[in-house]
């Protein structure tokens, strides 16, 4: 029984910072590419950042670079984002998903490719 639990969302202003977590079980976590999505009301679902296995490569929608930053925890069998310089568009629920892979330093922005997915947190930005 694979589980993924995001937590870390909530209300914060726009300028400030959260950081989400993502705990997996039932799954061989290192050998998992891990991603974050998210989804603003009436919009579909869009890719955020996805991380290798080992964290060794990283992948970045353009309008969050440089201000969101994805890392993993294998010993923790967790996935983080961290995300800085919020603003009100990055509203949304943030959904964490995984995807088994037989290889070191594969990413992935296709929704499609993941298998597992959290149940998301809410994470809003006033202005």
């Known amino acids: 029984q694979v589980q993924l639990v995001e937590s870390g969302g909530g209300l914060v202003q726009a300028g400030g910072s959260l950081r989400l977590s993502c705990a997996a079980s039932g799954l061989t976590f290192s050998q998992y590419t891990m991603g974050w999505f998210r989804q603003a009301p009436g919009k579909e679902r869009e890719f955020v950042a996805a991380?290798?296995?080992?964290?060794?490569?990283?992948h970045y929608t353009d309008s969050v670079k440089g201000r969101f930053f994805i890392s993993r925890d294998n010993a923790k069998n967790t996935v983080y984002l961290q995300m800085n310089s919020l603003k009100p568009e990055d509203t949304g629920v943030y959904y964490c998903?995984?995807?088994?892979?037989?290889?070191?330093?594969?990413?992935?922005?296709?929704?499609?490719?993941?298998?597992?997915w959290g149940q998301g947190t809410q994470v809003t930005v006033s202005s």
């Open positions: 998903a995984g995807r088994w892979s037989p290889f070191e330093g594969v990413t992935s922005p296709y929704q499609k490719d993941y298998v597992y």
């Open positions: 991380i290798s296995r080992s964290g060794g490569n990283t």
